[in-house]
């Protein structure tokens, strides 16, 4: 697609979660391949590359937000393996998730729980 801020974002991405970028990019390309554009760039290509934390810290922010949300359950899935890529344990993955039961409530903490163990049953498959 070929600007700085997608390659930059995508080479990015490709380091978090491997070919993950590529299925959005190509999973839009027949409805909106602008969208796609827009999901490397931004996310990866301005903010996941910003000094202030390191991909571990915003994988665990980014977990945390889509398991409050309740309804991203494909996002939080290539989140949590974006997750154990960068460094985050299981336990932590699993304390992330059960905080969220405090401020997003149980309903999205047991969504949010198994989807790490669908995601866990995955990696080690």
Known sequence: MGNERFDK???LL???DGEAGQKVIDSLEDICPDLGKYTIEYPFGDIYSRP???LKSRELATVSALTAMGN???QLKVHLHAALNVGCTETELKEVIIQMSVYAG???ALNGMFALKEVLSERRA
């Open 9 to 11: 974002g995508f080479d």
């Open 14 to 16: 490709s380091k978090i």
């Open 52 to 54: 202030g934390l390191d």
């Open 72 to 74: 991203c359950v494909p």
């Open 106 to 108: 149980f309903p999205a």
